[in-house]
C-alpha cells in the first residue's frame, strides 16, 4: 500500500459491497489466464499486513522516547504538529518524498536543531521510528500462502513503506525486496516494478502483481502490461474510474488455490 511513514489520503470508491472472496472475475477457467507468470510482485502495508496501527504506535513510541530525550523539543511540538512539520518538508521537497525516512530524519534534524538538540538526537529518535515500525503482523494466512507460491514463483516485496523486511516476520519470504527509498520513486512510478526485473531477469510480462491500492497497485501495474490481483480484505468497492483488476481476492488463500491448486 502507498501508506507506511504517513498515511496516503484513500482513492474514490464506488459504494461498500460484502463480496466473497473472489469477487471479479469468477473462479471458472482463471489458472490458464495467469499460465505465463513466472514471477509474482506483492506491495506490503495493507496487502500483507495491517499498517495503520502500527504506524501509530511507532508514532507513539517515538514521541514518549522524545519526551524523555529531547523534552525542549515535546514541549514545543504536540504530535500533530510534528506530523505537519515532515508533510510540509516532504511537499516542499519532492526530491525526497518517495523516502520516507529521509523526510522524517530531515523533519526532526530541524526541529530538533531549533531547541537546541544535535544530529544525533534526531538519528536515534528515527532509529526508534523504524524499530517499531518494524514490529508488523502479517495477515494470518500471509506466511503459508508465501511459503506455497515461493514453491513455483520468484517473490519480489515492493513499498512505497519504510519497513525493513528483513527485520518483519516475513524476512525469509521473498526472493528480492524492493523499496521507493531504494529505487528513487514511488508506486505508481514504474520504476520500482523495472528495478524487479532488472534484479531478477525475469520480464515485465510475465509478472503479476499484488496489491491492495487501485490506483498506485493495480493501475500502476495494468499500465505496465502487468496482470494484477486487487487484495480487497474489507469489501469496499472498486473506484468507478478505473478498469477492474483481472482477479479480486479477500485473502491470499484463494490466490494460492488458482495459481497452485
Known amino acids: 500500500h502507498a501508506t507506511a511513514d504517513v498515511a496516503a489520503p484513500p482513492v474514490a470508491q464506488g459504494p461498500?459491497?460484502?463480496?466473497?472472496?473472489?469477487?471479479h472475475p469468477g473462479d471458472a477457467g482463471l489458472k490458464p489466464a495467469f499460465a505465463h507468470v513466472s514471477l509474482i510482485t506483492f506491495d506490503l502495508d495493507d496487502t500483507l499486513w495491517p499498517c495503520h496501527a502500527?504506524?501509530?504506535?511507532?508514532e507513539a513510541e517515538c514521541y514518549a522516547w522524545l519526551q524523555v530525550q529531547a523534552p525542549r523539543l515535546t514541549?514545543?511540538?504536540?504530535?500533530?504538529?510534528?506530523?505537519?512539520?515532515r508533510l510540509a518538508l516532504g511537499a516542499?521537497?519532492?526530491?525526497?518524498?518517495?523516502?520516507?525516512?529521509?523526510?522524517?530524519?530531515?523533519s526532526l534534524t530541524l526541529l530538533l536543531g531549533d531547541v537546541g538538540y544535535g544530529s544525533e538526537m534526531a538519528q536515534a529518535a528515527s532509529d526508534v521510528f523504524r524499530a517499531a515500525r518494524n514490529r508488523v503482523t502479517p495477515y494470518a494466512e500471509v506466511v503459508d500462502a508465501l511459503a506455497t507460491?515461493?514453491?513455483?514463483?520468484?517473490l519480489v516485496s515492493v513499498t512505497n513503506g519504510n519497513s525493513q523486511i528483513d527485520r518483519?516476520?516475513?524476512?525469509a519470504s521473498f526472493d528480492h525486496s524492493l523499496t521507493a527509498a531504494e529505487v528513487g520513486a514511488a508506486k505508481p512510478d514504474p520504476a520500482i516494478f523495472h528495478s524487479a526485473s532488472e534484479r531478477s531477469g525475469v520480464p515485465i510480462d510475465r509478472f503479476l502483481h499484488?496489491?491492495?491500492d487501485p490506483a498506485r497497485d493495480v493501475q500502476a501495474a495494468r499500465d505496465l502490461g502487468m496482470s494484477t490481483v486487487w487484495v480487497n480484505r474489507d469489501g469496499r468497492g472498486w473506484p468507478?474510474?478505473?478498469?477492474?483488476?483481472?482477479?479480486?481476492?479477500?485473502?491470499?488463500?484463494?490466490?494460492?488455490?488458482?495459481?497452485?491448486?
Open 75 to 85: 514541549e514545543r511540538y504536540s504530535p500533530g504538529q510534528l506530523r505537519e512539520h
Open 149 to 154: 507460491l515461493r514453491g513455483r514463483y520468484t
Open 168 to 171: 518483519t516476520p516475513l524476512h
Open 16 to 23: 461498500e459491497v460484502q463480496s466473497p472472496d473472489i469477487v
Open 210 to 212: 499484488v496489491g491492495d
Open 92 to 106: 516542499s521537497h519532492p526530491e525526497i518524498a518517495h523516502d520516507l525516512t529521509e523526510v522524517r530524519l530531515r
Open 240 to 261: 468507478d474510474e478505473l478498469a477492474p483488476a483481472d482477479l479480486e481476492v479477500r485473502t491470499l488463500s484463494t490466490l494460492v488455490d488458482i495459481l497452485v491448486g
Open 54 to 58: 502500527v504506524i501509530h504506535a511507532a
